[in-house]
């Protein structure tokens, strides 16, 4: 039986009419190619994983042009919050860090940033009353962004901006999505989710608290992870709490960010210490972080006496060879490196032909084994882009 409603429908077509690539518009991008204009997307992460912080900097960004994360802005504007577990007093102490760092004016900022509040009870994108669906505030929070003028509106965090019974029902969250996603639409703000994820999360979409849904639903999805204590370890990191990482995303307009996308938490003095409180508040801040270039802080020298002593003897391309000492050990003994930074440079020479891969008979394990052999050429070039010369010595 058809699902009609006992009513007969009528439904049109329509066909794509011919209007030259170049009249087609952009997408309208708000923040780098992650957050549109008119449409939802959401940031997942464990709690305390950074997502707070990362997002008050998108929101400062939004504000003031500056690309304060490395992503373009590509229109400023306001910003309006709606906030479920931090007071205003709170947001305060994280917006007056970030400024603290990147240098803005606060009192400036603070000018662009509104809070949306329901005097009677908390904001609410979706309830369920008598087994359906509604949507109470949504026609207000709509007022209140063209009102403001928002740019960006960030919600934190996603599984207490409904009232609906069952969090993990699919149908019922893809609708609290949905109004998200058409009041995005209808105000013309980028919408920004902060969402949990699940115990045990392995740093992907699906890992998001609550229905898969969400994943489907909004348009674009990134989620955080931090950096482990097997990556601190081969990069030197004594504090890999600080370190974050774009671990997953759906990002269905755009090329995904690079796999090491990270981020890095640096803490800010407020400088409000009081008499009961000497200490004052320190907020943690949202950077980008790269690892450190192949080189960087190697001295010179170093760098030369490591090919010296690759010239010199025997080394192996591979880490696990038992009669011949790894390429990359010089780096680590020498040059400072970690053993992942080593790695990654034994790589690149070999890739680039700076070592060369060969064959040799060794004595001890009675086979041919292979080996590294400098390329002398190639070595001095990069000797002298750092202002060594004929230093490569036996």
């Known amino acids: 039986m058809p699902d009609d409603g006992g009513y007969a429908r009528t439904l049109h077509r329509s066909k794509l009419e011919p209007i030259g690539a170049d009249r087609i518009p952009p997408r309208p991008w708000a923040y780098g190619s992650f957050l549109l204009f ?23 960004a939004t504000i003031t042009g500056r690309p304060l994360l490395g992503e373009r802005i590509w229109r400023t504007g306001p910003v309006a919050i709606v906030s479920y577990e ?3 007093t709170e947001w305060h102490r994280r917006i007056a860090a970030a400024c603290i760092h990147y240098q803005l004016d606060y009192d400036a900022v603070l000018r662009s940033v509104h809070f949306i509040h329901n005097p009677s009870g908390r904001v609410s994108f979706a309830a369920s009353v008598d087994g359906f669906v509604t949507y109470p505030d949504g026609a207000a929070i709509i007022e209140q962004l063209k009102a403001i003028g928002a740019a960006m509106m960030l919600i934190d965090p996603f599984n207490h901006a409904h009232n609906l019974d069952d969090g993990n029902n699919n149908a019922m969250i893809a609708k609290v999505a949905g109004e998200m996603s058409r009041i995005a639409r209808e105000s013309d703000a980028a919408v920004l989710v902060l969402h949990h994820l699940r115990k045990g999360s392995a740093g992907n979409p699906d890992d998001l608290m609550g229905a898969t849904s969400l994943r489907a639903t909004f348009r674009s999805c990134r989620i955080l992870a931090r950096m482990t204590p097997e990556v601190a370890e081969k990069m030197n990191i004594p504090d890999p709490w600080r370190y974050i990482r774009i671990a997953g995303s759906k990002e269905n307009y755009a090329p995904p960010p690079e796999k090491a996308s990270w981020f890095k938490l640096i803490g800010v003095p407020l400088n409000n210490a009081t008499a009961e409180y000497p200490d004052g508040d320190e907020i943690g801040v949202a950077t980008v972080w790269q690892a450190r270039p192949m080189f960087e802080g190697m001295d010179a020298a170093a760098l030369a006496s490591v090919f010296s002593v690759l010239r010199r003897s025997d080394h192996s391309p591979n880490k696990q060879a038992k009669h011949t000492p790894w390429a990359g050990k010089p780096l680590m003994d020498i040059g400072g490196r970690a053993e992942r ?47 060594v010369v004929n230093a490569l010595t036996d």
Do not use: F, N, P, Q
Not at 38 to 60: Q, Y
């Open 86 to 88: 931090d007071d205003e």
């Open 341 to 387: 930074e080593a790695s990654r440079i034994i790589a690149a020479w070999i890739e680039s032909g700076v070592l060369v891969k060969s064959k040799y008979y060794h004595d001890a394990s009675k086979h041919s084994v292979e080996r590294v052999t400098v390329d002398d050429a190639k070595a001095a070039e990069i000797l002298a882009e750092i202002g």
């Open 38 to 60: 008119g449409s939802a997307a959401v940031i997942g992460a464990v709690d305390g994983g950074g997502k707070g912080a990362i997002s008050v900097v998108m929101m400062l």
